[in-house]
C-alpha cells in the first residue's frame, strides 16, 4: 500500500497568514492526489485534484504545488472559515488512501 | 445538484450483519463509480470499497475485503454495502462518495453525511 505521511500534524495560524501543509507519498504516485477540508461533523469536501487543480467553488486562496513525491497545500491569506482538519489522498493505486490529516487552528 | 444520502446504520453486536444504503440523485447515476468510505471516531477517512459503474468491477480494503460486499441497483440509483461479520474496530460513521469523473475512479466531489454503525454488544 501506497503510504502518504503529512506535516505538520496541527498548525495554528492568526487570518491573514499563509499556511503551508505537506504530504509526502511514499512511492511515486505521479499527479495522482487530491487534498480535502473536513470541517466538524461534516464529511470531507474536495479541494485540489491531480495535485493542483482547483475544484470548482474553492476560493482561489487555496491552491497546491507537486515535486516529485512531496505535495503542498498553501493557503495564501487565512480566514476564520479555514478551521478544519486537511487530508491529502493518492488515487494513483489501490487501496487509496489517505495522509492523518493536518488540524488548523485559528490563533 | 447532487445529493447522497446514506441511511442504515445502527447499533449490531460483534459477529452480526448489516446492510447501508445510499441514495443517490441529480446525476447519471450508472455512468459513475462509487465508493464507500469510513471514518472512525477521531480518526481520518479511510476508503472502503469501490464499484465501477455498471457493476462489474470492484474492489476492497484489506481490512474487510471477505466480509464487506458492495453492490448497486442503477435502476434505483441506490448504493449499497452488505457487512457481515462486524467487529468493534468496524464502528464508524460511513460515508458513500461519487467519483468527480464519469468513468474515472481517482477523486470525490460528493459525499453523503454519512450514517453511523456501531458495533458492540
Known amino acids: 500500500d501506497i503510504q502518504m505521511t503529512q506535516s505538520p500534524s496541527s498548525v495554528s495560524a492568526s487570518v491573514g497568514d499563509r499556511v503551508t501543509i505537506n504530504c509526502r507519498a511514499s512511492q511515486d504516485i505521479s499527479r495522482w492526489l487530491a487534498w480535502y477540508q473536513q470541517k466538524p461533523g461534516k464529511a470531507p469536501k474536495l479541494l485540489i485534484y491531480a495535485a493542483s487543480s482547483l475544484q470548482g467553488g474553492v476560493p482561489s486562496r487555496f491552491s497546491a504545488t507537486e515535486s516529485g513525491t512531496n505535495f503542498t497545500l498553501t493557503i495564501s491569506s487565512l480566514q476564520p472559515e479555514d478551521l478544519a482538519t486537511y487530508y491529502c489522498?493518492?488515487?494513483?493505486?489501490?487501496?487509496?488512501?489517505f495522509g492523518q490529516g493536518t488540524r488548523l487552528y485559528i490563533k | 445538484e447532487v445529493q447522497l444520502s446514506e441511511f442504515g446504520g445502527g447499533l449490531i453486536q460483534p459477529g452480526g450483519s448489516l446492510r447501508v444504503s445510499c441514495a443517490a440523485s441529480g446525476f447519471t447515476f450508472s455512468t459513475y463509480a462509487m465508493s464507500w468510505f469510513r471514518q472512525a471516531p477521531g480518526k481520518g477517512p479511510e476508503w472502503v470499497s469501490d464499484i465501477s459503474g455498471s457493476g462489474d468491477n470492484t474492489n476492497y480494503a484489506d481490512s474487510v475485503k471477505g466480509r464487506f460486499t458492495i453492490s448497486r441497483d442503477n435502476s434505483k440509483n441506490t448504493l449499497y454495502l452488505q457487512m457481515n461479520g462486524l467487529r468493534d474496530d468496524d464502528t464508524a460513521i460511513y460515508y458513500c462518495?461519487?467519483?468527480?469523473?464519469?468513468?474515472?475512479?481517482?477523486?470525490?466531489?460528493?459525499w453523503g453525511q454519512g450514517t453511523l454503525v456501531t458495533v458492540s454488544s
Open positions: 462518495a461519487k467519483t468527480k469523473a464519469s468513468g474515472g475512479r481517482d477523486w470525490f466531489d460528493s
Open positions: 489522498q493518492q488515487a494513483y493505486s489501490f487501496p487509496i488512501t
